[in-house]
C-alpha cells in the first residue's frame, strides 16, 4: 500500500493514464482468484483516487492468479497490484 500511495502522491497526479493489473497467488479456484483480484484493483483504485489521481485516468484490470505463481503454494511475492503510467 505504501508504494502504492507514494507512486500516487509523486507520478500519478501530474500526467499521463494510470494502468493497474491485478494478481493473485495460484490457491484457490481460478473464480475465487479472479474475484480476490478485482477486490485488489477495487481497493488500489480507491486508494490512487484519495490520494488525488482522478478516476477517469485510472484502467483497472484483474488477472487472477498470476501466470508465474507455482501452484498450491502461498507467496506474498504474486499478491499484487501492479501499477504502470502511461503517457
Same mark, same amino acid.
Given at each position: ?8 502522491? !509523486?507520478?500519478?497526479? $501530474? /500526467? @499521463?493514464?494510470? =494502468? &493497474?493489473?491485478? =494478481?493473485? !497467488?495460484?490457491? @484457490? ?8 483480484? /478485482?477486490?485488489?484493483? =477495487? #481497493?488500489? &483504485?480507491?486508494?490512487?483516487?484519495? #490520494? @488525488? &489521481?482522478? %478516476? /477517469?485516468?485510472?484502467?483497472?484490470? %484483474?488477472? @487472477?492468479? #498470476? ?9 506474498? #511475492?504474486?499478491?499484487?497490484? $501492479? ?5
Amino acid at each position: 500500500r505504501l508504494r502504492a500511495w507514494r507512486f500516487a502522491r !509523486d507520478a500519478a497526479p $501530474r /500526467s @499521463g493514464r494510470v =494502468e &493497474v493489473l491485478c =494478481e493473485t !497467488d495460484r490457491l @484457490g479456484t481460478a473464480d475465487y482468484n479472479l474475484a480476490l483480484a /478485482s477486490r485488489r484493483c =477495487e #481497493a488500489t &483504485v480507491a486508494l490512487l483516487t484519495r #490520494a @488525488g &489521481v482522478k %478516476p /477517469s485516468r485510472i484502467t483497472a484490470r %484483474p488477472l @487472477g492468479a #498470476a501466470a508465474d505463481a507455482p501452484r498450491g503454494v502461498a507467496l506474498i #511475492a504474486f499478491r499484487r497490484a $501492479r501499477l504502470t503510467l502511461r503517457p
